[in-house]
């Protein structure tokens, strides 16, 4: 027999969540732009081309033909200069221009100006990142060279992105997401015996300190509202590199510690058996944390994608880890609050 259990959320108030977050990713984001006009001669057509191509290295948006936006910092103000130069030496016009407002043009607009191309460069990323993780079903790609050379250029052209990534565009949480799932599965097991590392009691820990890294995405918020909640009410929570881990906290959801991705579960998953937890809703809970972080298919869980995107407005609409800790501790006990005890054959 197969049991389908129901996950009910109040998807009203999420909705009106997701607003005043979005409405938060909105304010205060920039304060001016650089705008650089563009005026080119009809020959050589080879200058065309080196503009173009300038500009879309520089992460350049056109606002219209001929006129180009970057944010105003003083990097992008020398790559503006340089350029205009270039274009000047070649008889071309190009004049460099601070503004504070576009009329006809709110800040939604600019913003979406900035994220449309990165979201598709994103797109294009997580596609390659997708087939390695295929291939890296089979158990000899993680040590295959070929496979290893590919993650090299993958991470080098997500760093190429992000340096013109300047307002942070959505798309980039799941090349991040792919990146972590792939690091878990390609990390190397480490040949240390039971008895030198003892497994942790987690019916023994209170008051302590708790590390994980950054950027704390939805397998990460769901483990540190598991532990507040139901293992450790006094936590505090840390956020570092992994080679910065403080020596007195407890890590979780990192490559290589015991509390983390084991076998086909998530974090959540392994904190939810190791602390011994018997409660049917945080079972239904995992499952949806499972497919929102790991997206393998494995439960049947439509409402992961919209917890997902909730979790990815709030990463976009601060930069303050604990900040959105603390709202993503307050989305998972509303979810978990909201989860039907019974299920239906």
């Not at 087939?131 to 190429?160: F, G, P, T, Y």
């Not at 049917?280 to 499952?287: D, F, G, H, K, M």
Request: glycine share 4%; charged share 30%.
């Amino acid at each position: 027999m197969v049991t389908v259990v129901s996950f009910h959320v109040k998807w009203a108030a999420i909705t009106a969540a997701l607003d005043t977050i979005l409405k938060l990713l909105f304010h205060g984001v920039m304060s001016t732009l650089l705008l650089l006009l563009v005026g080119l001669p009809p020959s050589p057509s080879s200058l065309r081309v080196r503009v173009w191509r300038r500009l879309r290295s520089l992460g350049a948006v056109p606002l219209k033909r001929s006129a180009y936006l970057l944010p105003d910092t003083p990097e992008r103000y020398e790559d503006f200069q340089w350029l205009a130069q270039e274009i000047q030496r070649e008889g071309g016009e190009a004049t460099l221009i601070r503004i504070q407002q576009i009329e006809n043009v709110g800040q939604e607009e600019v913003l979406r100006l900035f994220y449309e191309p990165r979201d598709l460069d994103y797109r294009q990323l997580a596609a390659r990142y997708r087939r390695i993780l295929k291939r890296l079903e089979q158990k000899s790609a993680a040590k295959s060279a070929r496979v290893q050379q590919e993650l090299a250029r993958l991470a080098k052209d997500h760093q190429r992105i992000r340096d013109v990534d300047f307002f942070g565009a959505p798309g980039g949480a799941e090349v991040r997401r792919l990146e972590e799932v792939i690091a878990m599965r390609t990390r190397r097991p480490e040949p240390v015996r039971r008895e030198d590392r003892p497994t942790i009691d987690l019916t023994k820990l209170k008051g302590r300190r708790w590390v994980t890294r950054p950027r704390p995405h939805i397998d990460r918020l769901a483990s540190a509202w598991l532990i507040k909640r139901f293992i450790d009410p006094e936590a505090q929570f840390v956020f570092a590199p992994p080679a910065e881990f403080p020596q007195d906290a407890i890590p979780f959801d990192a490559p290589g510690v015991e509390l983390s991705h084991q076998g086909e579960d998530c974090t959540f998953e392994t904190l939810v058996k190791q602390a011994r937890l018997r409660d049917r809703r945080l079972a239904r809970l995992a499952e949806v944390v499972h497919e929102a972080d790991l997206r393998d298919g494995k439960y049947a869980r439509e409402e992961a994608r919209g917890i997902d995107v909730a979790v990815r407005a709030l990463l976009a609409a601060s930069a303050d880890d604990h900040q959105v800790l603390a709202q993503g501790m307050a989305l998972f006990e509303g979810l978990y609050a909201t989860t039907s005890r019974k299920g239906t054959a």
